[in-house]
């Protein structure tokens, strides 16, 4: 019997790379059925870009834009259906319907309205005895402790005659937390701001009752074995990976592509290339340290204006650094990417860059990724020329400046070892901003 395939595309630094637009390229190929997510939450922003149109979306998957494309959210998600409401009201009201073309895994979790507030009360807490990490403020944390926990709810029990009694429950518990956060850490409470919350989740959770909520993963073995491909949608990023990250400066979901399969539960044998996304540079928003960052201030704010790195889903201003070869070659290490995709190459403002080659701990250069980046006391850097021209919007390898394909040969030289192809090079947000790199 002939089946199908799933590819799946991970950020390879600390999130925000690209990877909406790189999904939404890839599916131009008319090889793929589906998009799928597979673990995290409305703490992903993907911003996609035809034209006029603007879509960033936080839960939906980035195949939205593309009419005949399913869209699934694995077991692996949990569910923030406020956000999810309203992405679909929003894609609706652009003309996309995509209510009869989702399907929600009945073992996806639900972000109850008073997940956010328990984000926000833990970040308080850091706050008084250290250091935040610098949530996105959208219940992550917390609602994958209670799946850890086995507290939290389930998408499927929506339909379930105790569904009232159980949320209850979870409540009490998520009410008697925050009084403990209030009590011993001094966490103001706003009642008001929680039964606005409660309202609107509860107006969300008799929308989301009428949209398909299946057991997904029999669903997707189904489309498999008819012959269908899906390409599985990444968020955050490997250096975000609640294992591989920078604990705890991470974020709660495992991100690399090994989660493809336990989050949407498919046999890792369907499992083919694995697509990974990063910058011609690097960002990072929250808290942990930061190595590859820009040490010259006004150059980093140039950075964050020309490629106008600002969070879409919190609008914080992403910090801005070289592009980290050192952790980059650990990300693809870990995930096992084939295939590159580099973006923003057309934002390039120095004539002269710096890559990270190496960390170095109390002066030593380091062989292995450490296990705290606060160790990292110094970092190794090679100085080359800029990548400038004017190649934004460039569509053709050929018309790309000489500066720009010396730095794309300098990665590939420096990653020649690792196998990895560079498929395709970023030069502006729309879809069809790129041109082909390797063969
Ligand atoms: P994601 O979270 O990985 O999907 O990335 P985000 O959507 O959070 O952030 C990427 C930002 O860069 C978005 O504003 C995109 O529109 C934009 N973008 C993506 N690729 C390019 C590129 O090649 N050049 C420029 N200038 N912008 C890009
Ligand atoms: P996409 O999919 C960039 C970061 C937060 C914080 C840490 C933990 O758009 O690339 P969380 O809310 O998950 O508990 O926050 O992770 N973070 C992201 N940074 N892009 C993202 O998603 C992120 N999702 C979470 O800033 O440091
Ligand atoms: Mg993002």
Known sequence: MKKGFI??????????????????????????????????????????????????????????????????????????????ISEIKQLKDLGFNTAPRLYISNRAKLVSYLHPFLDQADEHRRSKGGSKI???????????????????????????????????????????LLNMYKEKYGFEINLDKIKEAKD??????????????????????????AGKNILAEGAQAVMLDIDFGDYPNVTSSNTLPANVCLGLGVPHTYLRDIYGVIKAYTTKVGGGTFPARIKDEALE?????????????????????????????????????????????????????????????????????PLYLNEVSDVVTEEISGWGGDNFGVKDKKKVSKELASYLKYIKAKLADLNVKIISVGTGPDRDHFFKWDK
């Open 134 to 176: 610098g949530t996105t403020s959208r219940g992550i944390g917390p609602v994958y402790s209670d799946v850890r926990a086995r507290k939290a709810l389930l998408i499927g029990d929506i339909l379930l005659s105790d569904f009232e009694q159980k949320e209850a429950i979870l409540s009490e518990f998520h009410i008697n």
């Open 7 to 84: 590819d799946a595309v991970v950020g390879l630094q600390w999130g925000d790379e690209g990877k909406g637009k790189n999904i939404d390229e890839l599916l131009s190929s008319g090889i793929y059925s589906a998009v799928a997510r597979f673990h995290g939450g409305a703490n992903a922003g993907h911003t996609i870009k035809s034209g006029n149109l603007t879509f960033i979306g936080h839960i939906i998957p980035s195949g939205c834009l593309r009419k005949n494309i399913e869209l699934y959210i694995g077991n692996g998600v949990v569910v923030d259906v406020v956000s999810l």
């Open 301 to 369: 704010k140039l950075f964050q204006k020309a490629g106008n790195e600002f969070g879409a889903t919190t609008g914080r201003p992403r910090m801005c650094g070289w592009l980290d070869l050192f952790a980059l070659r650990h990300a693809i290490g870990l995930s096992g990417v084939n295939k590159i995709f580099i973006n923003k190459a057309d934002i390039c403002l120095s004539e002269k860059v710096k890559v990270v080659t190496g960390y170095k701990k109390a002066g030593k250069a380091l062989k292995e990724f």
């Open 200 to 225: 609107k989740w509860m107006e969300a959770l008799n929308e989301l009752k009428k949209l398909q909520i299946c057991d997904l993963s029999f669903l997707i073995l189904k489309r498999l074995n």
